[in-house]
Every structure is written in structure tokens, then in C-alpha cells.
């Protein structure tokens, strides 16, 4: 009997960015968390279809009435009328003295704002995407790295058995795992990282704007151009990574099992604010 776990694995990483942002897990057959899980794939599914993706380059193509533009954006309607709706009901039951989420916090760094600075950026729009963010980006990634090392764990039994081994040492059977655990697994936390080298499963990181012109290597980068890195050809790199097509998790433990970072291992993205990243691992 096949049995495709997805389903299940999205559902759950969903459910661990509500109760980040929402101060709540749903019932998984809670109608309004239904209605989230719709509006993400959905978007999700946009996103991944290439003459959607041209609204990047070409922003006005988002006004034309037909294809998958309109659906682009009437998803981003869907998506904004579900998310403010939360909000104006945090805004309305909130408890500034005790605030229970990420939105509750937010809401209170508005009214802070506000009245240092009328022309703070911190506003309920921002929050709006901020939420949107954490899901659509931090579902994705999430969940495939989880479906990714599953597949490893299956096709590798050797790492899987040693991964076993220093969970077990570690946590044992009386308690689930903590982030308190983490300096004492490194062979797990190096396995996570090989995994996400292998896969990358973000393979063109968010585009960047370059904000003054540079040349770099030879080349001129214009102000305002519009810059992609290509992840997937950085974790292939022969000059940055010994053997980068094969699997092996020790390629990031030093000879006393201390985790190594290469500099050319980025899964989710270059820059300080990609904030997906801890989350992404973190889960």
C-alpha cells in the first residue's frame, strides 16, 4: 500500500506557522484553516506556473483579464481579504498588557510607533505581508526539506541508522527533541544541511535590486537591475564542494564532529533578511 505523506506534512507546518503568528493551532478540519490551506496551495501552485512568474518582470501584465494573471490576482485578493480579516479581529480582541502572537506584538509596535513617528514604517499593511511571507515562503521550504529527508533517510539506511543512533542518545524516548539539543547532534544537523545542499529546494533565490551600479568580475551591474542568484549551481560548484553529486552529511563536520559552514551553502536565500531561513530550519 502506497502512501503519499504530503498532505500531512503540509498541513502540519501550516499549523506550526498559525500558532507562531495566530497564538493558535487549528483542528485540522477547522473550516477557516481549510480555507488557509486552499488559498496557499493555490498561490503556491501561481507561483510555480512560468508566465505568472513574468509579473516580476513585467508588473503591468498583472492587469490583463484573462490567464493566469487574473488568477494572480484575484489569489492576492483572496489571500489579503483572509489575512486582514484575522487581523482586524486581533486588533479588536487584543489585550495590549498581555499580547498572545506575533500579531498582537506587531499591533503594539504599531501603536509604540505611532506615537514616536506618524510616518513609522510599522503599519497593519506590513503585517499583512510579513504573515504572508511566513506562510507561503515558510510552508514550501519547510515542508519540502521535511519530504526531501525522508526520501534521503530511505534511500541512505547507513546515515539514517547513525541519525537514529544520536537522536536517541541525546533525546531518548521520555521527551520530544528541543532546540536545547542541537549543540549535542551534530551528525543530525550536519545530515539536515547536506540534505538541503542536495535538493535546494528554493533553486533561484528571491531577486534582488542592485542599488547602485557595480562591476563585478568584469561585468557591469546597472542601477536598479534586477539580480537572481542561482542557488542550485552554487551547491554544484566542484570548486566550492569535493564530489558535490554525492551525499555526504560529514562534508560539513570537522575532524572533532564540530558543524563547518561553507560559505557557499545558502538552501534559502543570500542576505541578513532571509529570515525564512532560521524559520525554515528551525521547524
Not at 48 to 63: C, D, E, G, H, T
Not at 117 to 132: A, H, K, M, V, W
Amino acid at each position: 500500500m502506497t502512501f503519499c505523506p504530503s498532505h500531512v506534512i503540509n498541513n502540519a507546518v501550516s499549523n506550526i506557522i498559525c500558532s507562531m503568528c495566530f497564538g493558535k493551532r487549528f483542528n485540522y478540519d477547522d473550516e477557516e484553516f481549510k480555507t488557509l490551506l486552499r488559498l496557499i496551495v493555490r498561490g503556491m501552485k501561481l507561483a510555480s506556473n512560468s508566465p505568472a512568474m513574468l509579473i516580476n518582470v513585467f508588473p503591468l501584465l498583472k492587469y490583463l483579464p484573462f490567464g493566469p494573471f487574473k488568477e494572480v490576482t484575484q489569489a492576492v485578493r483572496d489571500v489579503t481579504a483572509f489575512l486582514k480579516n484575522i487581523i482586524a479581529q486581533h486588533r479588536k480582541d487584543r489585550d495590549p498588557e498581555n499580547p498572545r502572537d506575533f500579531v498582537d506584538f506587531y499591533l503594539n509596535e504599531i501603536d509604540h510607533e505611532l506615537q514616536r513617528n506618524p510616518n513609522t514604517s510599522f503599519s497593519e499593511d506590513y503585517l499583512f505581508y510579513i504573515i504572508g511571507d511566513l506562510f507561503v515562503a515558510g510552508t514550501d521550504t519547510t515542508s519540502n526539506t521535511v519530504l526531501w529527508s525522508i526520501l534521503f533517510m530511505a534511500m541512505y539506511p547507513d546515515v539514517q541508522e547513525s541519525v537514529y543512533k544520536e537522536i536517541s542518545a541525546v533525546v531518548g524516548r521520555s521527551r520530544p527533541p528541543s532546540l536545547k539539543d542541537k549543540p549535542q547532534m551534530p551528525f543530525t544537523v550536519a545530515t539536515i544541511m547536506e540534505i538541503q545542499r542536495m535538493t535546494t529546494v528554493v533553486p533561484l533565490a528571491i531577486p534582488h535590486m542592485a542599488s547602485e551600479t557595480t562591476d563585478l568580475k568584469g561585468y557591469t551591474i546597472p542601477k536598479g537591475s534586477v539580480v537572481i542568484a542561482n542557488l542550485w549551481s552554487v551547491h554544484r560548484d566542484p570548486t566550492m564542494w569535493d564530489h558535490p553529486e554525492e551525499f555526504n552529511p560529514s562534508r560539513f563536520l570537522d575532524a572533532d564532529r564540530n558543524i563547518v559552514k561553507n560559505e557557499a551553502f545558502m538552501p534559502f536565500g543570500i542576505g541578513k533578511n532571509a529570515l525564512y531561513e532560521s524559520i525554515a530550519f528551525l521547524k
